[in-house]
């Protein structure tokens, strides 16, 4: 290495000129080792060894072991640094690396999530020198069994596509390419892990079909999508100088006005189009923060603003709607935001830093950001995590933000350039593009990278309540979160409900919870009480049914109906039925609310000649039903009661006839 080429394609000699030998730390390992490849190093051969052990192959020179140590390491490293598979950038390399690493297992006989089980022995081999890889082992090994656990439960069935495939082929020696797509769209199968397998065979795959086929799939997609974007217009002029932090109304001039993506000069009374100021207060939303709402106000007419998108980086679209008069580009406007909205939306955004560390020091140092959304109503933060939060951890985490927002500690934003503010400690966002400035925003004590709007002090969030928590890709969680008038409104209406319990159940809201537990162990009192008297009443209707038996060449045979019966009664009755005929043929029916249950018995002596499934189907078809079952008991079910009657009379005559 001799130069670096710049922009401009200008090269530039190197300080100090180099050769890249190549020799990483495996092949230092290797030379020192006193062995002749990679995967005979001590590391290699752990691993190699915790492959074999949770894969039960015994053949320890396999291809496919060398392959599962080395993409356990790759998984393991990506996940540690807060890249989760996904389908598209980074997410998606790393999906395809695990699937390629559960293809291999599969092919050693591995059935079941295997390769998350490696984790431990990774840790003990390099989490002294990578501390990072300790402190995720739990979230790591969470996010590989999730993803392990689904592409399972598709595998089967893809292999065993791609395998017929294989078979049936001619001697082109091309696997189609439409296959191919089918078992990435359907199966979850990436091109590279079907070309591995076809290689295997001496196959190629045909890429151009496979290209043309998810060419085709995406065009359908855009086609059926609608997005709300600025980033199509055309614009060249000056950019907007954003005056949101300090005020929320400002004097701006009409730098371009369009119409349905069109540059105008006008917008008259009732048109929609995109305002472009020089001067604005409204923000652009970015960051995870909506844009702004409220209104432009010139002497010539009134522009109520909907939304605030980026055009450029530093050019802001004012979406919106022209209610009275008109504007013409060059007019002077004043600007105003939505006091209301904007303040709200404040309050959630600030509570969101906050959330964010204490859900580290909740949950585990792996949390980090994979997405939010922030507007008046609430906030909703997305984060690395691999389970469920318990009860206990969202009421801490509630505590914690709390507790901050009690401090009633002022809010400080510094702008500096990215190396001071990576030595601040400030938190950034893995894989995020930051410009050589950014802010640092100081709140409560949380310090992260952020361009959003923000409360002046902690204390003017008011009040925390998380609403919601759950899974929403794999190892991934979402937090819903209300902060200020919207918190103190759930927790009223939370109380509004907690009080037509307690009257429901008569008592006072404190002692509620008691109360429903009471009623719901009475309830199980009645429910076996209930069971035991329809027991007891399915053995006197059994005996009862004993008259109706009839002898069909030597063979006791019974159709009959079971008033009030469930599947659980019918079942017991035939049971006992079976038990005092010793031999018989055997069909019971009841009917709850228009639906009919069928169940059929036949003892081991008949089952040669008469089966329980056949004869059930035999009368469910007659009552607009099927079912089946085996030899000697079967269930079915049918929604014509009204053919019950005949339906029940027909079992003696095809008895006789199977006899």
Same mark, same amino acid.
């Given at each position: 290495?001799?130069?670096?080429?710049?922009?401009?394609?200008?090269?530039?000699?190197?300080?100090?000129?180099?050769?890249?030998?190549?020799?990483?730390?495996?092949?230092?390992?290797?030379?020192?080792?006193?062995?002749?490849?990679?995967?005979?190093?001590?590391?290699?051969?752990?691993?190699?060894?915790?492959?074999?052990?949770?894969?039960?192959?015994?053949?320890?020179?396999?291809?496919?072991?060398?392959?599962?140590?080395?993409?356990?390491?790759?998984?393991?490293?990506?996940?540690?640094?807060?890249?989760?598979?996904?389908?598209?950038?980074?997410?998606?390399?790393?999906?395809?690396?695990?699937?390629?690493?559960?293809?291999?297992?599969?092919?050693?006989?591995?059935?079941?999530?295997?390769?998350?089980?490696?984790?431990?022995?990774?840790?003990?081999?390099?989490?002294?020198?990578?501390?990072?890889?300790?402190?995720?082992?739990?979230?790591?090994?969470?996010?590989?069994?999730?993803?392990?656990?689904?592409?399972?439960?598709?595998?089967?069935?893809?292999?065993?596509?791609?395998?017929?495939?294989?078979?049936?082929?001619?001697?082109?020696?091309?696997?189609?390419?439409?296959?191919?797509?089918?078992?990435?769209?359907?199966?979850?199968?990436?091109?590279?892990?079907?070309?591995?397998?076809?290689?295997?065979?001496?196959?190629?795959?045909?890429?151009?079909?496979?290209?043309?086929?998810?060419?085709?799939?995406?065009?359908?997609?855009?086609?059926?999508?609608?997005?709300?974007?600025?980033?199509?217009?055309?614009?060249?002029?000056?950019?907007?100088?954003?005056?949101?932090?300090?005020?929320?109304?400002?004097?701006?001039?009409?730098?371009?006005?369009?119409?349905?993506?069109?540059?105008?000069?006008?917008?008259?009374?009732?048109?929609?189009?995109?305002?472009?100021?020089?001067?604005?207060?409204?923000?652009?939303?970015?960051?995870?923060?909506?844009?702004?709402?409220?209104?432009?106000?010139?002497?010539?007419?009134?522009?109520?603003?909907?939304?605030?998108?980026?055009?450029?980086?530093?050019?802001?679209?004012?979406?919106?709607?022209?209610?009275?008069?008109?504007?013409?580009?060059?007019?002077?406007?004043?600007?105003?935001?939505?006091?209301?909205?904007?303040?709200?939306?404040?309050?959630?955004?600030?509570?969101?830093?906050?959330?964010?560390?204490?859900?580290?020091?909740?949950?585990?140092?792996?949390?980090?950001?994979?997405?939010?959304?922030?507007?008046?109503?609430?906030?909703?933060?997305?984060?690395?995590?691999?389970?469920?939060?318990?009860?206990?951890?969202?009421?801490?985490?509630?505590?914690?933000?709390?507790?901050?927002?009690?401090?009633?500690?002022?809010?400080?934003?510094?702008?500096?350039?990215?190396?001071?503010?990576?030595?601040?400690?400030?938190?950034?966002?893995?894989?995020?593009?930051?410009?050589?400035?950014?802010?640092?925003?100081?709140?409560?004590?949380?310090?992260?990278?952020?361009?959003?709007?923000?409360?002046?002090?902690?204390?003017?969030?008011?009040?925390?309540?998380?609403?919601?928590?759950?899974?929403?890709?794999?190892?991934?969680?979402?937090?819903?979160?209300?902060?200020?008038?919207?918190?103190?409104?759930?927790?009223?209406?939370?109380?509004?409900?907690?009080?037509?319990?307690?009257?429901?159940?008569?008592?006072?809201?404190?002692?509620?919870?008691?109360?429903?537990?009471?009623?719901?162990?009475?309830?199980?009192?009645?429910?076996?009480?209930?069971?035991?008297?329809?027991?007891?009443?399915?053995?006197?209707?059994?005996?009862?049914?004993?008259?109706?038996?009839?002898?069909?060449?030597? %063979?006791?045979? +019974? *159709?009959?109906?079971? &008033? $009030?019966?469930? /599947?659980? =009664?019918?079942?017991? @009755?035939? #049971?006992?039925?079976?038990?005092?005929?010793?031999?018989? %043929?055997?069909? +019971? *029916?009841?009917?709850? &609310? $228009?639906?009919? /249950?069928? =169940?059929?018995?036949? @003892?081991? #002596?008949?089952?040669?000649?008469?089966?329980?499934?056949?004869?059930?189907?035999?009368?469910?078809?007659?009552? $607009?039903?099927?079912?089946?079952?085996?030899?000697?008991?079967?269930?079915?079910?049918?929604?014509?009661?009204?053919?019950?009657?005949?339906?029940?009379?027909?079992?003696?005559?095809?008895?006789?006839?199977?006899?």
């Amino acid at each position: 290495m001799q130069f670096n080429r710049d922009e401009a394609g200008v090269m530039h000699p190197l300080p100090r000129p180099s050769v890249d030998t190549g020799m990483g730390l495996e092949r230092i390992s290797a030379v020192l080792q006193h062995v002749h490849a990679n995967y005979e190093i001590d590391l290699f051969q752990a691993l190699i060894a915790a492959a074999a052990r949770e894969t039960h192959c015994l053949e320890l020179g396999s291809p496919s072991l060398k392959v599962l140590a080395d993409h356990i390491r790759a998984c393991s490293f990506l996940i540690a640094d807060g890249v989760i598979p996904g389908n598209e950038g980074r997410g998606y390399v790393l999906r395809r690396i695990i699937r390629r690493a559960i293809r291999h297992g599969y092919k050693l006989g591995a059935r079941d999530a295997f390769f998350y089980k490696m984790v431990p022995d990774l840790v003990e081999q390099m989490g002294i020198a990578y501390p990072e890889l300790s402190a995720c082992q739990i979230a790591i090994k969470g996010v590989l069994k999730l993803e392990e656990e689904r592409f399972f439960a598709t595998i089967e069935n893809g292999m065993a596509i791609l395998d017929s495939e294989l078979h049936s082929m001619n001697q082109s020696g091309i696997f189609k390419g439409e296959t191919a797509f089918k078992l990435h769209d359907t199966f979850g199968f990436p091109l590279d892990l079907t070309a591995d397998v076809c290689r295997e065979h001496g196959v190629t795959v045909d890429v151009a079909a496979f290209d043309a086929a998810m060419a085709h799939q995406k065009q359908q997609a855009r086609a059926a999508g609608k997005f709300k974007t600025s980033a199509n217009l055309e614009y060249t002029g000056p950019a907007s100088t954003f005056h949101g932090y300090d005020t929320l109304e400002h004097k701006g001039n009409i730098l371009a006005l369009y119409k349905d993506g069109i540059s105008v000069n006008e917008l008259n009374e009732g048109d929609t189009g995109v305002v472009v100021l020089d001067h604005t207060p409204f923000y652009a939303e970015s960051g995870g923060q909506v844009g702004d709402s409220g209104e432009l106000r010139s002497a010539q007419g009134i522009f109520a603003v909907e939304d605030v998108q980026k055009i450029q980086a530093t050019v802001f679209g004012h979406h919106g709607v022209v209610n009275t008069g008109k504007l013409t580009t060059g007019n002077d406007v004043n600007a105003r935001v939505n006091f209301t909205a904007r303040r709200a939306t404040e309050r959630n955004h600030s509570v969101t830093h906050l959330m964010h560390k204490a859900l580290t020091e909740v949950l585990g140092t792996h949390v980090q950001q994979k997405g939010s959304q922030v507007d008046p109503d609430k906030t909703r933060f997305d984060f690395i995590h691999s389970q469920p939060m318990t009860n206990a951890e969202i009421l801490t985490v509630e505590a914690r933000v709390n507790a901050e927002i009690l401090t009633n500690a002022a809010t400080q934003a510094r702008v500096m350039n990215i190396a001071d503010a990576q030595k601040t400690g400030a938190m950034m966002l893995f894989g995020e593009k930051y410009c050589d400035e950014v802010r640092v925003l100081d709140i409560g004590s949380s310090r992260e990278l952020c361009g959003g709007t923000h409360v002046m002090r902690t204390g003017d969030i008011g009040l925390f309540k998380i609403t919601a928590e759950s899974g929403v890709a794999s190892g991934v969680r979402r937090i819903e979160a209300v902060t200020g008038q919207g918190a103190l409104n759930l927790i009223q209406q939370q109380e509004h409900q907690l009080r037509q319990v307690a009257d429901a159940v008569k008592a006072q809201p404190h002692e509620a919870a008691a109360r429903i537990n009471q009623i719901l162990d009475h309830q199980k009192s009645l429910e076996k009480e209930l069971a035991t008297l329809k027991s007891k009443l399915a053995s006197t209707q059994g005996d009862e049914l004993l008259s109706q038996v009839l002898d069909i060449n030597g %063979v006791k045979v +019974l *159709a009959a109906l079971l &008033e $009030g019966a469930d /599947a659980a =009664i019918l079942r017991e @009755t035939l #049971d006992k039925l079976k038990d005092k005929l010793k031999s018989a %043929v055997i069909l +019971l *029916a009841s009917v709850t &609310e $228009g639906k009919i /249950a069928l =169940i059929a018995g036949v @003892t081991v #002596d008949h089952t040669g000649k008469v089966r329980a499934g056949e004869l059930v189907n035999m009368v469910a078809q007659q009552v $607009g039903g099927k079912g089946g079952g085996r030899p000697d008991m079967a269930q079915a079910g049918g929604t014509q009661p009204e053919n019950l009657t005949t339906a029940l009379a027909s079992v003696t005559d095809w008895v006789r006839n199977k006899l």
